[in-house]
């Protein structure tokens, strides 16, 4: 199935910029599971505080 591409509908949401905002994510993504490795934190904590961040 083939959608139409963000900057279809704004041209604003190129590429390029999309990908900028991707790393920008994943890198916080994996920080954030890297500074949460205390015995207090489990799976449910080390999402939850992915998703808020």
Same mark, same amino acid.
């Not at 905002?21 to 890198?27: E, G, S, W």
């Given at each position: 199935?083939?959608?139409?591409?963000?900057?279809?509908?704004?041209?604003?949401?190129?590429?390029?910029?999309?990908q900028v905002?991707?790393?920008?994510?994943?890198?916080?993504?994996?920080?954030?599971?890297?500074?949460?490795?205390?015995?207090?934190d489990d =799976?449910?904590?080390? =999402?939850?505080?992915?998703? =808020?961040?």
């Open positions: 199935m083939n959608f139409p591409l963000p900057h279809t509908f704004h041209p604003e949401l190129a590429p390029e910029w999309l905002i991707a790393d920008i994510l994943i890198a916080e993504h994996f920080t954030t599971a890297t500074s949460l490795q205390s015995e207090y =799976g449910y904590t080390r =999402g939850c505080t992915r998703f =808020g961040r």
